[in-house]
């Protein structure tokens, strides 16, 4: 039926053929039919995976399919239905069904490594009057803490001077950094002295008293004066009270005789 006259022809299409057989002697003919099927389904093909990469996450797995009755060729190479890979990347398969015919499909691997942008602060310094300081970890959302100190949240309050690390792992991909506050601890008491220029006599009826340091502190004596020096007409026994800018206190006496 395509017009070949020898006993075998070759096709490239499928359907029903027929040829016509010619008997030479007496010119009597029959026919026979045969059906070519032609099968070039292409394979469905789709390629996935289950990233992204992180930092927790080092390999992730590319799927393919179908499953069955095919053969796989990656564009690394690998010839199994599902790999491990662990670099990010555009990943092809190229699937061969059982009739020759191949289809690809492509997946892209991505990776997310970006660590938190790590800050610790303190709103030290400790001093007398400041017994505890709070440490401050950020960013404040979507992280974890770990401090040097064992504590786990983003704010924790210390009563110590030292140095501080918080580790602050992102919760997305588990990527940390690490930040490092240190906590001054000013506890310094004032060398405080008190002196007069005594004594009271017939002829000296005041003497002033005088205390030390002389700057960046404040003053309380005992008989409720609040300058660095006073004056005094009355002999006795006279003690100053010292505060320094980091509260700290000291105190100092000085005897005021008379003759």
Known sequence: SNNATTQSVNVTTG????????????????????TVIENKT????????????????TSV??????????????????VTQSINIT??????????????????????????ITQPNAIASNDGPITCTKTSVTLSAQPT???????????????????????????????????TATATTTVIENKTIPSVTASN??????TKTSVTLS??????????????????????ATPGTYTVTITAANGCTGTATTIVTQD
Do not use: E, H, M, R
Request: hydrophobic share 25%; aromatic share 6%; proline share 4%.
């Open 15 to 34: 359907g029903t053929y027929t040829v016509t057989i010619t008997n030479s002697s007496n010119g009597c003919t029959a026919t026979a039919t045969t």
């Open 211 to 232: 205390a030390t340091p002389t700057t960046g502190v404040t003053y309380l004596w005992s008989n409720s004066a609040i300058t660095q020096t006073i004056n005094i």
């Open 87 to 112: 670099t990010p990347g555009t990943y092809t398969v190229t699937i061969t069904a059982a009739n020759g015919c191949t289809g690809t499909a492509t997946t892209i691997v991505t990776q997310d």
């Open 61 to 78: 797995t590319l799927s393919a399919t179908p499953t069955t009755g095919v053969t796989y060729l990656w564009s690394n190479s690998a």
């Open 141 to 175: 959302t979507g992280v974890t803490y770990n401090w040097s100190n064992n504590a786990t949240t983003q704010s924790v309050n210390v009563t110590t001077g030292g140095t501080y690390t918080v580790t602050i792992t992102n919760s997305s991909n588990g990527c």
């Open 42 to 57: 292409i394979p469905s093909v789709t390629a996935t995976n289950n990233g992204p990469l992180t930092c927790t996450k």
């Open 197 to 202: 220029n005594g004594p009271l006599t017939c």
